[in-house]
């Protein structure tokens, strides 16, 4: 595999950039500017180096194999131990297939500024295939350790030593060199090295290394086989930049709730539509019922909207009456248009006698046919009474018995006579 490794250490400086494959196993780092890694990258996949220090390597033991569960878990086991929002940051894991204790090596990273990375090769037509932490690149070999020192520009104190330390194949550190002996205290008492890898003379690292067998690297440098070692743990993977979150969301784990809601979407429609369908069976009933009234009462008459007409015939029938005329059609149509607010009660047995209209109703409730009683009392300025009711299961039928207040025919009556005189 043909490699490009281009160092990043500053946004807004131009990238040091080396070329690696197995048959140049080391180069050392040159700065050029995008154009140039740009054209040299072809054909190559692309290993970016971040600053040690914006990457946090450490390790978790979370008892599974499966990797979205461990990817689900790790932040929240670690999250007390970083001083930023899990929310805010972005966790890459390995765990190797022959891990026996179930310890994942975690790198973490900013969110922001992994995204202003990948933006900035963007924006320079580089796509990154691998992101790592500048110290996971030094020099790797088994039982051995590496430290390099660099000089870090300090705007207080003038330059600063700072040391970079890899302890193995995905753990090591960054620290001051003056703090070097103190942070390597802990990791000597788990595993002392073989060798030491380091780009200064021996007798500049701390005591407790000088003991042991150093070999020198040369400063700047970067050697294949130690960054091919650590690009299992790489900060591209399962990486989603906010704004593409939504459009990474995983629907196959919503689908059966979709499902059961289209389900439940289509038994409330279906019961929507039967409702519908029986109100208006109901309504057709109430219409013919009206039709076959008016053509009992005008058996010559051809109809056309049997309420308006009724209604209508009883008006001219007002206007010549000059007394009381015992007929069921004013109080029929009273009631018509009361009845047909009401489309869920069905009307199913009509009879006149004695100046009192008997209507036979079948009622979805007594609280419906109770509201129907005191509607027909208060709009029709009539007197309503319920003799009798049976109840069911899912109805309630009953008989009542409407006729006119007392006085009130006779009233309209004078009323009409007394229109006619003043004219």
């Not at 990457?55 to 670690?78: E, F, G």
């Not at 069976?281 to 109809?303: A, C, H, M, W």
């Not at 004695?354 to 005191?374: A, D, G, H």
């Amino acid at each position: 595999m043909q490699l490009i490794v281009i160092k990043i250490s500053d946004l807004a400086k131009n990238p040091e950039y080396a070329l690696l494959g197995k048959r140049q196993q080391q180069d050392r780092f040159t700065t050029g500017d995008w154009k140039q890694v740009r054209s040299v990258s072809r054909g190559r996949k692309v290993v970016v180096l971040l600053d040690s220090n914006e990457v946090v390597l450490t390790s978790a033991v979370i008892p599974s194999k499966n990797r979205k569960q461990l990817l689900q878990a790790i932040p929240y086991a670690l999250e007390d131990t970083l001083a930023e929002d899990v929310e805010n940051l972005h966790f890459a894991v390995h765990q190797g297939s022959d891990s026996e204790d179930n310890k994942s090596q975690v790198a973490i990273i900013n969110r922001t500024v992994l995204t202003d990375t990948i933006d900035l090769l963007k924006s320079n037509g580089i796509t990154a295939n691998y992101v790592l932490p500048e110290i996971l690149a030094q020099k790797f070999e088994s039982d051995a350790w590496s430290i390099t020192y660099e000089s870090v520009h300090n705007e207080n104190d003038g330059n600063d030593i700072s040391a970079s330390v890899r302890l193995g194949q995905f753990e090591g550190f960054v620290c001051d060199h003056d703090m070097l002996d103190m942070f390597i205290s802990e990791p000597l008492e788990k595993h002392t090295p073989k060798t030491v890898f380091c780009n200064t003379k021996t007798e500049n690292l701390p005591e407790a290394l000088q003991e042991f067998s150093s070999s020198y690297i040369e400063p700047n440098t970067v050697d294949y086989n130690s960054t091919i070692s650590a690009l299992s743990l790489n900060l591209m993977t399962n990486f989603v930049r906010r704004d593409q979150q939504t459009s990474s969301i995983n629907w196959k784990v919503w689908r059966p709730v979709t499902v059961l809601g289209g389900v439940l979407a289509s038994i409330w429609m279906g019961i929507f539509f039967w409702q519908n369908n029986l109100l208006q069976n109901q309504s057709n009933q109430l219409k013919t019922q009206i039709e076959q009234v008016y053509k009992d009462t005008f058996p010559k008459g051809r109809i056309v909207d049997a309420s308006a007409q009724m209604n209508s015939a009883l008006k001219k029938l007002k206007a010549n009456a000059g007394q009381t005329i015992e007929s069921p059609l004013p109080l029929i149509a009273d009631m018509g248009p009361l009845l047909k607010d009401y489309k869920d009660m069905v009307l199913s047995e009509l009879r006149y006698q004695e100046n009192q209209l008997s209507m036979t109703i079948e009622s979805p409730n007594l609280t419906r046919l109770e509201t129907f009683k005191r509607d027909a009392a208060e709009k029709s300025n009539l007197k309503i009474e319920i003799t009798d009711s049976t109840t069911t299961a899912n109805k309630v039928k009953a008989i009542i018995k409407i006729s006119p207040l007392p006085n009130t025919t006779a009233n309209k009556a004078d009323k009409s006579k007394n229109k006619q005189g003043n004219s």
